[in-house]
């Protein structure tokens, strides 16, 4: 495997469900970020981790939790989530975070849907 | 506030040229991104911007003005495989990426 895998691609849930969103990357990088991807708007960053250490939290709702065990995998733990959480979830590496030329590999995206 | 306006969709002809329009308004320029995105993929990257002029990287240029707040990706010799979402995005003086809603790219035989 290469560059940064996203699992599950596709996920249906209601609101009272708990599941999680996997990333793993392969690069070697020491920044990983989720970001959210809502139809006709911008990315939206939600969680930035550096050497697994939490560098940035986007005033995101608590239902959403990140989790970096190391520097190569990152989750997301989802909980009574909303209708209107429903977007595609991207997860991204970098190799360093805030830095200048900061090239983000992204991954190709968990599409969650909220019933 | 910090923003960045792109067109939200363009229609071009296999063959043809298109420009793609990126105006910023930002807390301070480190730096100006264009990404890819095919529906259903990952976005990846194009192309990084950080001084004036034009970075010609095969078929794409990518164009800064630094003074204007303007960035344009030009897309030559059109393929069908061309059609997707092209990203802004322009890092603040935080190293922040703002990002644009994205063009969406409509290429005709």
């Known amino acids: 495997e290469t560059g940064v895998t996203q699992t599950p691609r596709h996920l249906v849930m209601g609101m009272t469900n708990k599941k999680s969103l996997k990333c793993e990357q392969h690069?070697?990088?020491?920044?990983m970020y989720w970001y959210k991807q809502s139809a006709k708007k911008p990315l939206e960053l939600m969680f930035v981790?550096?050497?697994?250490?939490?560098?940035e939290n986007n005033s995101v709702p608590s239902r959403f939790s990140p989790e970096c065990p190391n520097s190569s995998h990152l989750f997301l733990h989802l909980h009574t989530l909303q209708p209107e959480d429903s977007a595609l979830y991207l997860c991204a590496s970098s190799q360093d975070a805030g830095a200048g030329a900061n090239v983000l590999t992204f991954g190709a995206g968990s599409r969650l849907t909220v019933l | 506030g910090q923003n960045i306006d792109q067109p939200t969709e363009m229609t071009a002809t296999e063959g043809a040229i298109v420009q793609i329009n990126c105006t910023y308004q930002t807390s301070g320029f480190n730096g100006l991104f264009w990404y890819q995105q095919h529906a259903g993929e990952a976005p990846t990257f194009l192309s990084y911007n950080v001084l004036d002029g034009l970075e010609e990287k095969g078929r794409f240029s990518s164009f800064l003005s630094r003074s204007k707040g303007y960035s344009y990706l030009l897309l030559k010799e059109l393929q069908m495989k061309d059609s997707a979402s092209y990203l802004c995005?322009?890092?603040?003086?935080?190293?922040?990426?703002?990002w644009g809603a994205g063009t969406k790219l409509i290429i005709k035989p």
């Open positions: 690069l070697g990088h020491n920044a």
């Open positions: 981790y550096s050497l697994e250490e939490r560098v």
């Open positions: 995005a322009v890092e603040d003086s935080n190293y922040q990426l703002i």
